[in-house]
């Protein structure tokens, strides 16, 4: 699946990845390759990405690298999946 996890500040991240588990208002959740259309608001946690993530120098120090998983810890935000493309609008 196709992720992009983008800020006020700047695009983080585009690229494919294995999945996708998200802190949602209603606990967290996990997306995977040809997942049904989803919209949902994001809470205080962490987007934890599935997959290899070739990160920019300049955006790395914003995430957390644990053996197969990334991080990102977030205040808020909106996710969007739809035709095996993820889009998180994180604060």
Same mark, same amino acid.
């Not at 998983?69 to 996710?79: E, K």
């Given at each position: 699946?196709?992720?992009? +996890?983008?800020?006020? @500040?700047? !695009?983080?991240?585009?690229? @494919? !990845? ?6 949602? !208002? %209603?606990? @967290?959740?996990?997306?995977?390759? %040809? ?12 987007? /934890? ?6 990160? =920019?120098?300049? !955006?790395? @120090? /914003?995430? +957390? &690298? =644990? /053996? %197969?998983?990334?991080?990102?810890? +977030? %205040? ?8 095996? &493309? ?6």
């Amino acid at each position: 699946m196709y992720l992009e +996890i983008v800020t006020p @500040e700047a !695009v983080l991240f585009s690229g @494919e !990845v294995t999945s996708v588990a998200v802190p949602g !208002v %209603n606990g @967290e959740f996990q997306m995977l390759d %040809n997942h049904a259309p989803i919209v949902s608001l994001l809470t205080k946690g962490n987007v /934890k990405v599935y997959g290899e993530m070739n990160l =920019e120098e300049e !955006v790395a @120090e /914003k995430f +957390i &690298k =644990e /053996k %197969n998983i990334t991080l990102l810890p +977030i %205040n808020s935000g909106t996710i969007e999946m739809k035709d095996n &493309k993820v889009i998180v609008l994180a604060d």
